[in-house]
């Protein structure tokens, strides 16, 4: 069983939903980084989103993008991104690490050696933004073979007729979009959100994470209650960023900061299913 | 639009909007369903006389076409005294895009595009612009129809292209300045996919050269197409043949495609496309794509780009803001890998050279743009025979570059 698997069903015995904290590789520099990624288990993360830096964030708001600029000026890349999985996997054999970015960093690694790299590095699954169904063929099958999940976007866009397309090769977990718009913008009610992941699980068994707009422990705590996981990125590179110095170097509380609001966030998510 | 053949090669892109390997829709799941109702609609309205009609009217009433051949005897004289013998120095014609309403050809596409919006019934449009060419057209067809204009443009961009941001306001658009990255067309092009992604119900975006995610290449390549289809039946009309070469700037490349594509399947036809090679090739400061680039995917397609070895985006540097792009269409990226199309590249220099040269021999004062496919001209020119013929796309006029270019010139104005 896949480490997305075992954990899904891990949570799922514990009758709770999973928290993934999202970061983005190397921002603000690859040592804060790297020890970010180390504290994140234990400040409560059940699943690790890896944001891989890239130019041309075309989804993500200013948030993520300004991440994205700090981490290539540090000299992040899709390699540096896999190293750090290589460096956590050391330590943590358990917890799921998936790799989120664009299509472009990894034609230009090559697909295939990618795949195998990855796979030896210790991640387990891939969400590339920019990569739909209709154009995952070249990446899907590599994936596969390297026994990579390939986890799809599902937007409030996607209709009912192509829900099973966008479904249709989709493995680990679905990430649900639950905004029309960019990360870091606006949230999703709880009312939209209680009507779309059940019109999600006719179509799927596969667990359902929420993410766009999912910034503070009651939001998070919330969408486990309707879903499967919450992800929340914008809010923790908030913080971040405003724990850093003029020159947009880490303060020494920079890692503190960023985990306390993980803890906070995981203490919602494990209390969220109690009250409900 | 002429029917292509079997066999020819005007008949991309295929069912997954390819061209050869490029092109293609590598967008965000959330603009998925947009994009498909986009392409439906447009393969609705491509085929409806009256939608056609109503385009081909305001085409001819509104912009003004059929936009002029003008064969260039001054300049022509000029390249047959420079040239190295008697027999040489090819005979130049200018196919006169700049004398479209808006100053350049970008409009052709814009009020197909347009129309297209208004059948779809989405009141909001949205555009990206780098010389201002594409968002002035825009606001322009937006203002004659009553839609809300919003125009996404690099700060970079709006602060060397100072008249077209205004003549965007005059016309009731909305202007934004783009800070990200550094702040030209493809950081636009960013933000403007963004608004998109955030606005989809109610918005269209209007692309304004033949790249993006499909249908948008082939879409826009098919507006354009009236250019190089007017130029055929103009020089048929002129020399009773075809001409020997095509010449055209190529940024994202919708006026070349357009002048290009009605040609594709006449082998006897040189087609060259240029771009911009900035400070120089070796400076590694330009804007080819094609020339410095290799295949990837960005803004929706994957085609030619500047990119370093990592896969990160390189910013673009062209004189000419139109050429200020790390990208090409991909319907390009397949023309240069079959070989049909030869691309080669023009500084910043020769094209202020050409620009000036131009505005002297001709009375015509082009856009810095076309100014690197006439420098391009004036290279090939006298390398031909007397009795061959080039046609150059003359795809702008050069009024919103002349603080540029004055600039360039150690002149203020």
Known sequence: ?276 | MNQPLPNSLRQGPDTRGRFGQFGGRYVAETLMPVIQEVEQAYNAARQDPAFMQEWRRLLKDYVGRPSPLWLCERLTEHLRAGSAGPDLGAKVYFKREELNHTGAHKINAVLGQILLARRMGKPRIIAETGAGQHGVATATACALFGLKCIVYMGATDVERQQPNVFRMKLLGAEVIPVTSGAGTLKDAMNEAMRDWVANVADTYYCIGTVAGPAPFPQMVRDFQCVIGEETRQQVLAAEGRLPDALVCAVGGGSSAMGLFHPFLDDAEVRIIGVEAAGRGMESGEHAAAIGGGRPGVLHGNKTYLLQNGDGQIQEAHSISAGLDYPGIGPEHSWLHEIGRVEYVAITDQEALDAFQLCSRLEGIIPALESAHGLAHVLKLAPTMAKDEIIVLNLSGRGDKDIFTVAKHLGESL
């Open chain 1, 1 to 276: 069983m896949s480490r997305i698997a075992a954990r899904f069903a891990q949570l799922k015995a514990e009758g709770r939903g999973a928290l993934m904290p999202f970061l983005e590789a190397y921002d603000p520099d690859p040592a804060t980084s790297m020890a970010l990624l180390r504290g994140l288990p234990g400040a409560g993360a059940d699943l690790i989103e890896i944001g891989v830096p890239f130019t041309d964030p075309m989804a993500d708001g200013p948030t993520v993008q300004r991440a994205g600029q700090r981490a290539l000026k540090a000299g992040g890349s899709l390699a540096g991104a896999l190293a750090m999985v290589r460096d956590f996997r050391r330590e943590d054999d358990e917890t799921p690490v998936v790799l989120m970015g664009y299509l472009n960093p990894i034609l230009s690694y090559g697909i295939e050696s990618f795949c195998t790299c990855a796979a030896d590095s210790g991640v387990d699954g891939l969400i590339v933004v920019d990569m739909p169904p209709e154009e995952a063929d070249e990446l899907a099958g590599p994936a596969r073979e390297q026994g990579l999940d390939l986890i799809r976007l599902v937007a409030p866009t996607t209709h009912d007729a192509r829900l099973p397309k966008v479904l249709e090769g989709t493995s680990g977990f679905i990430y649900y979009v639950a905004i029309t718009g960019i990360t870091g913008t606006r949230s999703a009610t709880q009312e939209a959100l209680a009507a779309a992941i059940p019109r999600l699980r006719r179509h799927t068994d596969l667990p359902i994470a929420i993410g766009f707009g999912v910034r503070t422990p009651q939001q998070a705590a919330e969408a486990v209650q309707v879903a499967d996981g919450a992800v929340v990125a914008s809010a923790l590179i908030e913080t971040l960023a405003a724990s850093l110095d003029e020159k947009g170097r880490a303060r020494p509380d920079t890692l503190r900061k960023v985990l306390d609001q993980v803890r906070g966030l995981a203490e919602a998510v494990r209390g969220a299913r109690v009250s409900a």
